[in-house]
């Protein structure tokens, strides 16, 4: 079992017994997420530590659309559970790049794939990722990717 995975087990324990609800829910539906994923296709099997962070990641994605989602509706109780649920989730995320740090690094995968334009933002995509491991949303590197190759 992944040491992430048991982390959040824990963790819920923990929470639970400080009958905390909205941090206890959070990591329930994150187990929940990880077990779904773990028993998704043909054969049930286990999820490394890198795959339980990309599961958080999609989920923290979820919490953060749906916060954008009721707040623009109207709806701030709606929003401020979802942002609630969003910060739990952050803890077990690695710290999110600024904007110059994710540049620099884009900049210098991008230089090494060898894209050179629009045509290779694929290859350009991949080496980006690659860098980047995890540590900004993929909207955030594709518009960098692109503003690289572009000028």
Same mark, same amino acid.
């Given at each position: 079992?992944?040491?992430?995975?048991?982390?959040?087990?824990?963790?819920?324990?923990?929470?639970?017994?400080?009958?905390?609800?909205v941090r206890?829910?959070?990591?329930?539906? !994150?187990? =929940?997420?990880?077990?779904?994923? $773990?028993? +998704?296709? *043909? #054969?049930?099997? %286990? @999820?490394?530590?890198?795959?339980?962070?990309?599961?958080?990641?999609?989920?923290a994605k979820?919490?953060?659309?749906?916060?954008? !989602?009721? =707040?623009?509706?109207?709806?701030? $109780?709606? +929003?401020? *559970? #979802?942002?609630? %649920? @969003?910060?739990?989730?952050?803890?077990?995320?690695?710290?999110?790049?600024?904007?110059?740090?994710?540049?620099?690094?884009?900049?210098?995968?991008?230089?090494?794939?060898?894209?050179t334009g629009?045509?290779?933002?694929?290859?350009?995509?991949?080496?980006?990722?690659?860098?980047?491991?995890?540590?900004?949303?993929?909207?955030?590197?594709?518009?960098?990717?692109?503003?690289?190759?572009?000028?």
């Amino acid at each position: 079992m992944s040491t992430l995975k048991e982390q959040l087990k824990s963790d819920l324990t923990t929470a639970m017994r400080a009958r905390d609800q909205v941090r206890a829910g959070s990591i329930r539906m !994150a187990l =929940t997420a990880v077990t779904n994923e $773990e028993v +998704a296709g *043909k #054969e049930h099997r %286990e @999820l490394s530590d890198d795959d339980v962070l990309k599961v958080l990641t999609k989920e923290a994605k979820k919490r953060r659309e749906a916060a954008e !989602a009721y =707040t623009g509706a109207g709806r701030t $109780e709606l +929003a401020a *559970k #979802e942002e609630a %649920e @969003l910060a739990v989730l952050e803890t077990y995320l690695p710290q999110q790049l600024g904007d110059d740090e994710l540049e620099a690094i884009i900049r210098e995968a991008v230089a090494a794939s060898g894209a050179t334009g629009m045509p290779q933002m694929g290859l350009a995509m991949k080496a980006a990722n690659t860098a980047v491991a995890g540590r900004a949303e993929g909207g955030r590197v594709a518009a960098v990717v692109r503003r690289v190759l572009a000028g």
